[in-house]
């Protein structure tokens, strides 16, 4: 699905600029990570927050999140 971004100059200069130093060669490729990265990061929050849900305790709340950050660390994301 195409989607029509209108986007203020000064953010769109802003893009430009950062294109190069994000290891893309466009702005749709741009805007396309930065929205995969802030869809990854919504479902990494929804997911902690369904684990705060789950544990009634601040203990094992915190082993809980601990231990889902450490197997992001050892995935390499």
Request: avoid cysteine.
């Amino acid at each position: 699905m195409t989607l029509k971004l209108n986007i203020r100059p000064e953010l769109e200069k802003e893009i430009e600029e950062l294109l190069p130093k994000a290891g893309v060669h466009s702005k749709t490729e741009y805007i396309n990570q930065a929205i995969a990265a802030y869809n990854e990061r919504l479902k990494r929050e929804f997911e902690l927050r369904k684990l705060k849900e789950y544990f009634p305790s601040y203990h094992q709340e915190a082993q809980a999140i601990l231990h889902e950050f450490s197997g992001i660390t050892n995935s390499g994301s």
